[in-house]
């Protein structure tokens, strides 16, 4: 499958434009993980794309809907394991990098949009890793984004947070710039 067709996949079940955003936003950060683990840059960008689809109508029974309508797309298997995993808390429902991958950048992408939304810029471009971190020990903002996990997930990893936080910040101004292209934004 194409990331292409996977897109039309998830217009058939997702219309809220900040959902859309945030699945952008997942899939560009999975995109720059498959690069620095050397993976399937396609795959793990159809995994971010499609973890949320079935999120908008079904928010009760995430994830294990999504598995209902990943199968009737014909998703393939390590996909649907991958998206499955983001949500749950145990890691064992986490196998594999992919999925690691996808819990850990689940809550940072959003974090880090977040981050670039009060810069005067609204951009990634001038975005630190500094003012990331700073805002990180600010529990007043993004409140919904539980930073336990972001430990967590980067410790699955194998990196330390500030690595992990530099990875999704470069991977952000990437795709912000190919989805400008397209007439997109993550922002």
Same mark, same amino acid.
């Not at 930073?147 to 410790?155: A, L, P, Q, Y």
């Given at each position: 499958?194409?990331?292409?067709?996977?897109?039309?996949?998830? #217009? #058939?079940?997702? /219309?809220?434009?900040?959902?859309?955003?945030? /699945?952008?936003?997942?899939?560009?950060?999975?995109?720059?993980? *498959?690069?620095?683990?050397?993976?399937? +840059?396609?795959?793990?960008?159809?995994?971010?794309?499609?973890?949320?689809?079935?999120?908008?109508?079904?928010?009760?029974?995430? =994830?294990?809907?999504?598995?209902?309508?990943?199968?009737?797309?014909?998703?393939?298997?390590?996909?649907?394991?991958?998206?499955?995993?983001?949500?749950?808390? /145990?890691?064992?429902?986490?196998?594999?990098?992919?999925?690691?991958?996808?819990?850990?950048?689940?809550?940072?992408?959003?974090?880090?949009? *977040?981050?670039?939304?009060?810069? =005067?810029?609204?951009?990634?471009?001038?975005?630190?890793?500094? /003012? +990331?971190?700073? #805002?990180?020990?600010? #529990?007043?903002?993004?409140?919904?984004?539980?930073?336990?996990?972001?430990?967590?997930?980067?410790?699955?990893?194998?990196?330390?947070?500030?690595?992990?936080?530099?990875?999704?910040?470069?991977?952000?101004?990437?795709?912000?710039?190919?989805?400008?292209?397209?007439?997109?934004?993550?922002?």
């Amino acid at each position: 499958m194409k990331r292409e067709e996977a897109f039309e996949i998830l #217009k #058939k079940y997702m /219309s809220s434009e900040s959902l859309l955003k945030h /699945s952008f936003a997942v899939e560009g950060s999975m995109r720059g993980l *498959a690069r620095k683990y050397n993976e399937d +840059v396609e795959k793990w960008s159809i995994v971010g794309l499609l973890h949320d689809i079935d999120y908008e109508k079904y928010p009760d029974t995430h =994830p294990e809907e999504g598995q209902n309508i990943l199968k009737e797309e014909n998703i393939e298997e390590e996909i649907r394991v991958a998206i499955y995993g983001h949500a749950k808390e /145990s890691k064992s429902y986490r196998e594999g990098l992919m999925a690691k991958a996808l819990f850990a950048v689940d809550e940072l992408s959003s974090f880090i949009v *977040a981050c670039a939304l009060v810069r =005067p810029s609204k951009s990634f471009e001038d975005l630190e890793l500094k /003012s +990331v971190k700073k #805002k990180l020990k600010d #529990k007043g903002f993004a409140k919904g984004v539980n930073r336990e996990i972001i430990k967590e997930s980067s410790e699955e990893l194998g990196l330390e947070s500030s690595e992990l936080i530099t990875e999704i910040i470069e991977a952000l101004r990437v795709r912000e710039r190919e989805l400008n292209l397209e007439g997109y934004s993550l922002l």
